[in-house]
């Protein structure tokens, strides 16, 4: 589900200009909000979303540490599904929204081996065949390349990137 019933009133309309303007900028890579929790990052994305899907785009959208839980499940031998079978739609779909990527991990932490994979091949595939991808998280770029590795900052710095702040929406 690319938008989930919490946001299913997000709209464009809703944002100030600039990020409106931010939002419809053609983009091969993609974009990466950051900033902390409460802001209105999923807010965003999600309206993002439904601007995409009404204009004919196949749009997936994710949170980080759920796929990576999903992935994990697929090592069980009673699994149904192979890793590829996870990954797949998620490299091939028009637009991707991975969300909350790095947030379970203070800034000092290493992201894991497994996470680092995930995250570089879903980042490496979509770029490769210029499918863009929007990120949400609480990190910086430059805490993001500490956290999983600078091959993920590099990658990452040619997204567009807006740091959005703010009151919490949700206190």
């Known amino acids: 589900m690319a938008v989930p019933e919490r946001f299913i009133k997000s709209d464009l309309s809703h944002l100030n200009d600039g990020l409106k303007e931010l939002l419809c900028k053609d983009t091969d890579t993609g974009i990466l909000l950051w900033g902390e929790p409460g802001v209105g990052?999923?807010?965003?994305?999600?309206?993002?979303?439904?601007?995409?899907?009404?204009?004919?785009?196949?749009v997936k959208r994710v949170n980080y540490e759920l796929l990576c839980l999903q992935l994990r499940d697929t090592f069980k031998p009673t699994a149904k599904?192979?890793?590829?079978?996870?990954v797949e739609p998620l490299i091939n779909c028009d637009r991707l929204i991975i969300e909350d990527i790095g947030t379970t991990r203070s800034i000092e932490s290493k992201e894991t081996d497994f996470s680092?994979?995930?995250?570089?091949?879903?980042?490496d595939m979509r770029m490769e065949h210029c499918r863009?991808?929007?990120?949400?998280?609480?990190?910086s770029v430059e805490n993001l390349a500490k956290s999983f590795d600078s091959?993920?900052?590099d990658r990452l710095r040619t997204y567009t990137i807006a740091k959005m702040s703010?009151?919490?929406?949700r206190t």
Request: with cysteine; aromatic share 8%; net charge positive.
């Open 41 to 58: 990052k999923s807010y965003t994305l999600c309206a993002l979303a439904k601007d995409l899907i009404a204009k004919g785009y196949i």
């Open 81 to 86: 599904h192979s890793e590829w079978d996870v």
């Open 116 to 123: 680092l994979r995930t995250l570089l091949v879903l980042i």
């Open 132 to 139: 863009p991808t929007y990120i949400s998280t609480n990190k």
């Open 151 to 153: 091959r993920i900052g």
């Open 166 to 169: 703010g009151e919490s929406k």
